[in-house]
C-alpha cells in the first residue's frame, strides 16, 4: 500500500495566486522530507530538503521566497506555490524519511 | 558532472522478450545506494528495485534484475519476459552515502515501448 500521500492530486489556478500542496508519511514519522519538480519530458529535480521543526533547505536556484515550505509534523509538510506563474506549471512529488524511496502520487500544477 | 547517465532516451522491445536499461553513475562515496523507478503516464514514481553498494548479489525483484558491475559504475536494469504494461519512464536514481536521509539524484530517463 502507499506510504506517502498528497492533495491534491492536480490542481489548476489562476497567475498571481497561491496554492497549497500537501505530503504526509503514512503510518511513519518522517523527520524529513524531499520536494521534487519534474517538468514534461524531463527528469526529477530536487527543490527542497523540509525537515520537521526546522527552516527548509532549498536547492540552488530555487527560490525560497515563492516556494514556501513547512513541516509542522512528523507526518506533514506542505508547499505553497506563492504568486503563481504560467512557467510555475509542473509536476511536484515528495517523498519521505526513513522511507524515501517510496514516492507520493504527486501534485500536477497548472497554472493559467 | 552528471551523477547519474542514461544514455538511451528510448528503448524498444517485443512482448515476451527481455530488454536492459542502461546506467552509469558517478560518486566518490563507497557507500552509496542505486534505486529504479518506473514512471507510468499517471506520473506516479513506482519503486521497483534497490541496490546498496556494498551488496555482493545482484538485486532481484520478480521479472526485474540489477547488474550491478560496481568496478564500471554501472547498474543496469533487466526486465524479463517484457509485458504490455512495462510500457513507461523508467528512471535510474542514486543516493550517495550510508544514511537514509539522503536526497536522490535522477537520470534523464528512458522511455520503455513493449509492442505485441
Known amino acids: 500500500g502507499a506510504v506517502v500521500s498528497q492533495h491534491p492530486s492536480w490542481v489548476i489556478c489562476k497567475s498571481g495566486t497561491s496554492v497549497k500542496i500537501e505530503c504526509r508519511s503514512l503510518?511513519?514519522?518522517?523527520?524529513?522530507m524531499f520536494w521534487y519538480r519534474q517538468f514534461p519530458k524531463q527528469s526529477l529535480m530536487l527543490m527542497a530538503t523540509?525537515?520537521?521543526?526546522?527552516?527548509?533547505?532549498?536547492e540552488q536556484g530555487v527560490e525560497k521566497d515563492k516556494f514556501l515550505i513547512n513541516h509542522a509534523s512528523l507526518t506533514l509538510s506542505t508547499l505553497t506555490v506563492t504568486s503563481a506563474h504560467p512557467e510555475d506549471s509542473s509536476f511536484y512529488i515528495c517523498?519521505?524519511?526513513?522511507?524515501?524511496?517510496?514516492f507520493g502520487p504527486g501534485t500536477r500544477l497548472t497554472v493559467t | 558532472a552528471q551523477k547519474i547517465t542514461q544514455t538511451q532516451p528510448g528503448m524498444f522491445v517485443q512482448e515476451k522478450e527481455a530488454v536492459t536499461l542502461d546506467c552509469t553513475y558517478d560518486?566518490?562515496?563507497?557507500?552509496?545506494?542505486l534505486f529504479w523507478y518506473k514512471q507510468p503516464s499517471s506520473g506516479e514514481m513506482i519503486f521497483l528495485i534497490y541496490?546498496?553498494?556494498?551488496?555482493?548479489q545482484n538485486a532481484t525483484e520478480g521479472r526485474y534484475s540489477l547488474n550491478f558491475q560496481k568496478a564500471r559504475k554501472s547498474a543496469n536494469l533487466v526486465i524479463s519476459a517484457s509485458q504490455l504494461g512495462d510500457s513507461a519512464m523508467y528512471f535510474c536514481?542514486?543516493?550517495?552515502?550510508?544514511?537514509?536521509?539522503?536526497?536522490?539524484?535522477f537520470g534523464r530517463g528512458t522511455q520503455l515501448t513493449v509492442w505485441p
Open positions: 541496490q546498496g553498494s556494498y551488496d555482493e
Open positions: 560518486t566518490s562515496d563507497q557507500s552509496y545506494g
Open positions: 517523498s519521505a524519511t526513513p522511507r524515501e524511496q517510496y
Open positions: 523540509s525537515n520537521e521543526g526546522s527552516k527548509a533547505t532549498y
Open positions: 536514481a542514486m543516493r550517495e552515502g550510508s544514511s537514509t536521509l539522503g536526497r536522490l539524484y
Open positions: 503510518d511513519f514519522q518522517a523527520t524529513t
